[in-house]
């Protein structure tokens, strides 16, 4: 049955499964956190949910346990890294420190991600450069089996490749805007076939190419051994933005795109480029800070639209999330706790 287990459990539980994964316990501790820390946020796309496919990719060996991130050049305001197929909650990481040093330092740095193990939640990533009154633009490609259709297609071909920025406003919680380039997360399609859940029209198409509402096309093989495909936000807009992340994130990274048939390898590997600008270094930090401000209290003196309570800017709606599932709990329905028990039990770890 579905139960509601606090964020501490939550932690506790799955960084031993990472553990026992072979993972150090400090990274452990670390990827667990950063589960978390999404489904805190309301993204359980991106949370604990994840952790079964992990322990497989691990067995697989396309998830390596313990690995850093490799500064393959070293330009002062550009940076290019391999993530060596570590841990994204770990490599990401490490290479938003790098570049938000260096952004600190020159005003601004381009870093350069490849092979980067599933980076998860990119929003963390701007959460981390705007903690530093950082500006920060993410452009990421996926490389495992393509779940997004192009426009005009009538298959995958390509991952739901995310864009996120990050924009830091004085004196108040910043600006976050994370998206996938589909029109919803390949992960909440996994959440909604785990509920039995329906989608709205539009998300999908099934095997053969048609209209459908039902999310288990892209989460598990159908009749004729084929998967449906996730549509694009915004049709050829998002199209447009989702193929400008495989050329930056895939491509111009170093680690590569997507042009080759689907397989069923459980490993998920990211490129991410990632731009940091540093406002206190341009020269336009009070007019900046200021012109902010002033928008953001202009877009919330509009008056409410019929079903809303209220404007909110990106960012917002996980930050309320965070607090009230901490004080509530995280809920977890039934498949998606039953798959994380068995990926305890792939490592020898029994959850309670």
């Known amino acids: 049955m ?51 496919r992990y322990v497989d990719a691990v067995a697989e060996g396309g998830l390596k346990p313990n690995a850093a991130v490799q500064v393959k050049l070293d330009a002062g305001a550009m940076l290019a890294l391999d993530g060596q197929h570590g841990y ?115 998300y999908l198409i099934d095997e053969h190419g048609a209209p459908t509402n039902d999310p288990g096309v892209v989460v598990v093989p159908q009749s004729n051994g084929l998967f449906g495909a996730l549509m694009t936000f915004g049709e050829h807009k998002g199209y447009g933005m989702a193929v400008a992340c495989e050329l930056l994130g895939g491509a111009l990274t170093g680690g590569g795109t997507w042009h080759r048939p689907a397989d069923t390898a459980r490993t998920v590997l990211n490129g991410m480029l990632t731009v940091l600008i540093d406002p ?27 079903g809303f309570d209220t404007v909110q800017i990106a960012g917002e709606p996980e930050r309320k999330a965070r607090a009230a599932r901490e004080r509530d709990g995280i809920w977890l329905d039934d498949a998606t706790w039953r798959e994380i028990v068995d990926a305890g039990k792939k490592v020898g770890i029994t959850v309670d």
């Open 2 to 52: 579905s139960r509601t287990i606090q964020a501490s459990t939550l932690r506790k539980h799955v960084a031993a499964i990472v553990q026992a994964a072979g993972s150090s316990p400090a990274e452990a501790e670390q990827v667990a956190a950063n589960l978390v820390l999404a489904n805190l946020s309301g993204h359980d796309s991106h949370g604990v949910g994840m952790v079964p």
């Open 88 to 202: 994204g909650q770990i490599v990401g990481v490490q290479a938003m420190e790098l570049g938000i040093a260096r952004a600190k330092q020159n005003g601004s740095c381009i870093v350069s991600l490849a092979e980067s193990h599933h980076l998860g939640r990119i929003g963390h990533f701007a959460e981390m450069a705007t903690a530093q009154g950082l500006v920060s633009m993410h452009f990421v490609n996926v490389l495992s089996r393509p779940v997004v259709a192009p426009w005009g297609g009538g298959d995958g071909r390509f991952g739901t490749n995310p864009c996120c920025i990050g924009v830091p406003l004085a004196g108040a919680a910043p600006f976050i805007l994370d998206f996938a380039t589909s029109r919803v997360a390949q992960g909440k399609m996994r959440v909604a076939h785990n509920k039995g859940e329906r989608v709205p029209a539009g």
């Open 280 to 306: 206190a270094k341009l020269g336009t930090e009070a007019t900046f800070e200021h012109e902010a401000r002033a928008f953001i209290d202009w877009l919330r003196q509009s008056p409410p639209g019929a």
